[in-house]
């Protein structure tokens, strides 16, 4: 039978620690404060940006959604991104994607300081990280490690496959399994027959935002398989890049949407935000 690897348990024992930290900040005269940077109506983000506010609010921590419009222009976002960095108030900067059409994205993620970069956005956190220097890494790919290690699954000497090479999952993620000793194969929109590379992973990860594009096909019998798609149905609800009523036949492990890595994902943001005010 394939195992579930939940994430709600991990991520509520994770926000219990970050209640007891705000609270130590706050007996200390810290109040750590979160700021969400938003330029987009798509529905994923607004989904996403509510279930951080809501969980930071129920930590103690300030959350600040900063709105504009879907069509700001850059130097808008350059002077919102640019005055949050200086408001020693704020511990933690998010820049939600997707932004308006015509803008420097990394332009503007440069424009996060390291130390309030609590979701490892800036080029210059991905390089601290490619380097194996302390940095904050991009939270769903340190989820994505965090559930593994909880769940006792063991990377080091595995193969593990990555499923889409974006900067925020795939990428990262390639590097933080390679520092846990996994040889690692990215897999993205060029990759030739595909189901051919995912079937030899012992842990397969996926993550191009495609609902439920991996079936049974792809997987090697007993694979471990974490989804980290978040697609939204029409009706509102939440279904991952991979269709694990299929999946769930063949796999080992496989990791639910939702209840898998996007609660972890939020968990570990307020994390590193309360690590951020610790040192600001």
Do not use: W
């Amino acid at each position: 039978m394939t195992e579930v690897l939940s994430g709600k348990e991990l991520a509520r024992e994770i926000k219990d620690e970050v209640a007891d930290s705000v609270k130590q900040l706050q007996a200390s005269g810290t109040d750590p404060s979160l700021s969400v940077v938003v330029a987009t109506a798509d529905e994923t983000t607004d989904f996403y940006v509510r279930h951080i506010t809501k969980a930071a609010l129920a930590a103690g921590i300030k959350a600040d959604v900063v709105r504009l419009s879907t069509t700001a222009m850059e130097d808008e976002l350059a002077a919102t991104l640019t005055k949050l960095a200086g408001d020693k108030s704020v511990h933690g900067i998010i820049l939600q994607t997707p932004l308006p059409t015509g803008v420097d994205v990394e332009r503007l993620r440069s424009l996060i300081p390291p130390e309030k970069d609590v979701d490892g956005a800036n080029p210059l956190s991905a390089g601290r990280l490619l380097c194996g220097m302390e940095a904050f890494a991009p939270t769903t790919a340190l989820a994505v490690m965090a559930i593994l290690d909880y769940h006792d699954i063991p990377v080091s000497g595995t193969h593990a496959v990555i499923v889409g090479r974006s900067l925020v999952v795939g990428k990262p993620l390639a590097h933080l399994l390679l520092a846990a000793d996994a040889t690692v194969t990215v897999c993205h929109s060029k990759t030739r027959e595909l189901a051919q590379v995912t079937r030899k992973a012992d842990i397969l990860v996926v993550a191009i935002g495609k609902a439920q594009f991996i079936t049974a096909d792809y997987i090697k019998p007993d694979g471990i398989v974490i989804d980290v798609g978040t697609n939204v149905h029409d009706d509102g609800s939440l279904v991952g890049d991979v269709d694990s009523q299929s999946v769930h036949e063949v796999a080992g492990a496989l990791s639910p949407v939702p209840g898998g890595v996007g609660p972890v994902t939020t968990a570990l943001l307020l994390k590193q935000t309360v690590e951020a005010a610790k040192t600001l």
